[in-house]
């Protein structure tokens, strides 16, 4: 059975040509034998909400879980809600602790009971150790099912040790050396066990220089270390320097798309769980919040308008030419915000180089606004033959490009100060300023030269 | 010497301390011994150009190479462009062939020939063959170093094979099982060949169903089949199913970041390569492009405008009212847009639900235009005592947002048939559209009542 870089599609296809025709076996067997887990859930995440409801119905009991865990939350919550507890069992009943915590931490505590009663002591426990830790931290990503050893054995006896288990956890490339209270000493790579002479002991050719995760570390940090030290997997120590589990690469994968897509989808204050098919209602009440808020803004920038509503009558050319200062400074100022919120992101802007980048943002807005400035005066005099108009239009478009900048430049930085995340309510926040100083510098100057 | 994940904070912190103080020894061992080539790569992007200059300097030769690797291409170009002959040869003598083909892909070709002439035959050969193949396709992305074994042999010559190596090539966590024409026809992963009996041969326990990458498959594609299979190597094969290299998960993980980064950067005009500390006047340069394109659609808008001055000039709450209706317009437009250019990336939309997703948001969009278009017209009743104002623009309203979630849904998957970037260019024609139906209809609207 050979897979290459289209049978993703391929199934996909054959899916949907299954569907139109209602060939309900050949979906059950699309589903359940053909398909990969990730596959089914992507083929669930890309359907529309009727079409989803009878695929899942066709996932069979045993396979539902290791789909759940490749499903966004939100369509993870829409069958989790679902399902009873005899469900939830049958389902849970074969996943890695890891991915069985991440499960159950989207369950109500009553449910999460009932699973955690149902299971062997040992297993529980790992499980519990888990849970016992946040979401979002090294604890609640690792999985628990590690294999350790002692440094004083050789590595004769080690191989002996290793070939008594049926199969490896998933993933293992190294093998732990802890002491007898299992603080972690050592690493010992199974590569290196493969070449090494058998007569060595686990001491004279661990490691000892690597990687160790603190069980608290943000799921972020987490991720930075293993994008920049190339890590397959790393062992999460308590607060005693105890082992208490190891997170591998495909877990990490998972949080640095979602980090990197939460930028995109918060600024237009989306979230990136979001499902892309979630109904119509549910997507109406969502948008009409971000909205709203978006109108106050509108509302702010109109009330400015208004302010000038003398002069506008007076020059109908302002109210033509306004959206022009507003939109060239809203332009350069989100120009400004993405760079510093993907650098902040990063890890890049630091308190010790933001003056360097103020100072630059600053240097750009400038000579852009110029620039700019200078185009739009002279389209401006040739379209309304009116050479105050375009001096107007020069000042206001170079002073709401400077500010832009500034805005752009400093608004994350204090935001993220403030713990309030950058991209979600900054672009709002720029908008209304650039819009306002837009409208007030623009029809501010033109009230004062020409009344 | 432990690490954990606050030990790049602290190696940071150090190199910036010894950077104030000019401690010039204590920078060369921070960067030299103390920080691994991610680290240093990660203080060069995040240092304006003077100091990242300095700190380049005390970069040693060999370590220069790795360095590279880690680097942005726009801050690579910065200084593969300085670097002679000579100097490339030394720090790229020690790298992966992966790793060095990325490098050699942004040489002048004359560079690229004295760097391969420059090594042994056989190193030589694979690197051609990785640079063979296109730098974003699975060719370009694999390393050649790979273990291979045949099919007739036991695991106990296996093991005896292995242990002649020095060591493994990185991340190696499976084998290649190859035919004498080097056709791949199994893989045996080394914890198999741990827990196995060593008497039984290769082909007994071999895996034969495993995910196989063609060499010209796309990186996204490489990059959804290691997400979605939870995949930490993959075998690349030419159009013969001979084994040419492997794909690892770390060169993965920099793929899926930088496709997820990519939305966000063009969404705002900028590339995901461009370097956060670029010098003020490359980024005004890169900058006005964008500033030029945005103008173009705004002198649009205002042209629009410009049809309705006389009705402006009668009332001139018109002009204090319609950057309401083009700017609710904009947000309900860039929100169906961001939901549909991540749906494309992610593979979740195709011609068979595109129907449904238009459904639900033009449903999404009149809902949400409704709502908001009773609030504004209130609103603006009030403000101006005109109940005539308030039926415009609540019409107005409606009508930006049912074409704001026409535009936003169609426009991306329009732009994709025709092979243009949708995050690119998306934002800017659907805010032209948002502007010109806001204006039209709002003061379109008005002229025909009040006229």
């Known amino acids: 059975m050979s897979n290459d870089p289209v049978d993703t599609e391929d199934h996909m296809d054959r899916l949907h040509r299954a569907i139109d025709r209602q060939a309900t076996d050949q979906i ?8 990969v887990p990730a596959e089914v859930a992507h083929a669930l995440e890309s359907s529309p909400p009727r079409e989803r409801e009878e695929l899942w119905t066709q996932v069979g009991p045993e396979t539902q879980g290791e789909v759940l865990l490749y499903l966004s939350e939100e369509v993870q919550d ?9 469900e939830l069992l049958t389902a849970t009943e074969n996943l890695d602790t890891d991915d069985l915590a991440d499960l159950l931490q989207r369950l109500p505590t009553s449910s999460i009971q009932q699973v955690l009663d149902s299971m062997e002591a040992q297993e529980r426990e790992r499980v519990e150790t888990v849970l016992s830790y946040p979401e979002d931290t090294a604890g609640g990503l690792m999985d628990t099912d590690t294999i350790t050893i002692r440094p004083n054995i050789t590595l004769d006896v ?15 490339d190294v093998l732990w050396v802890v002491t007898r209270r299992d603080e972690l000493i050592g690493r010992l790579s199974i590569n290196k066990l493969l070449v090494c002479d058998p007569s060595m002991s686990v001491r004279e050719i661990m490691d000892t220089d690597f990687i160790r995760l603190d069980a608290l570390a943000s799921q972020n940090d987490v991720a930075q270390l293993f994008e920049r030290h190339d890590l397959i997997s790393a062992p999460v120590l308590n607060e005693r320097g105890q082992l208490v589990g190891r997170i591998t690469i495909d877990d ?10 939460h930028t995109v989808m918060s600024m237009a204050g ?15 009440r969502r948008r009409a919040i971000w909205l709203g808020i978006n109108l106050l803004t509108a509302f702010l920038a109109s009330s400015v308008i208004g302010m000038f509503e003398g002069t506008i009558q007076k020059i109908t050319a302002l109210a033509v030419l306004m959206p022009i200062v507003a939109s060239m400074g809203g332009i350069a100022g989100s120009q400004t915000l993405t760079v ?17 980048l103020l100072g630059r943002e600053m240097i750009a807005g400038m000579l852009n606004g110029v620039l700019w400035a200078a185009v739009v005066a002279a389209l401006a005099i040739v379209w309304f033959d009116d050479w105050m108009l ?14 832009a900048s500034l805005t752009g430049t400093l608004l994350p930085v204090l935001l993220k ?7 979600l309510s900054g672009s709002v926040i720029l908008t209304t300023v650039t819009d306002v100083v837009g409208f007030l510098s623009f029809l501010g100057l033109a009230s004062v030269i020409y009344l």
Chains 1, 2 share one sequence.
């Open 390 to 403: 375009g001096g107007v239009i020069a000042l206001a478009i170079v002073i709401n490009l400077v500010v």
């Open 270 to 284: 989306l979230d990136e769980e979001d499902d892309t098919f979630a109904p119509a209602l549910r997507t109406t």
């Open 340 to 356: 510093l919120i993907r650098g902040i992101a990063l890890g890049h802007v630091k308190t010790n180089n933001v003056r360097w």
């Open 158 to 172: 080690v191989l002996r040790y290793i070939r008594r288990h049926e199969e490896l956890p998933q993933s293992t």
């Open 252 to 261: 990490v994968v998972d949080v640095i798309r979602d980090s990197a897509e």
């Open 417 to 423: 100060r403030l713990s309030i995340d950058p991209a």
């Open 78 to 86: 829409e069958f989790l809600d679902r399902m009873d507890a005899a």
């Open 28 to 35: 059950w067997r699309l589903l359940n034998n053909t398909m």
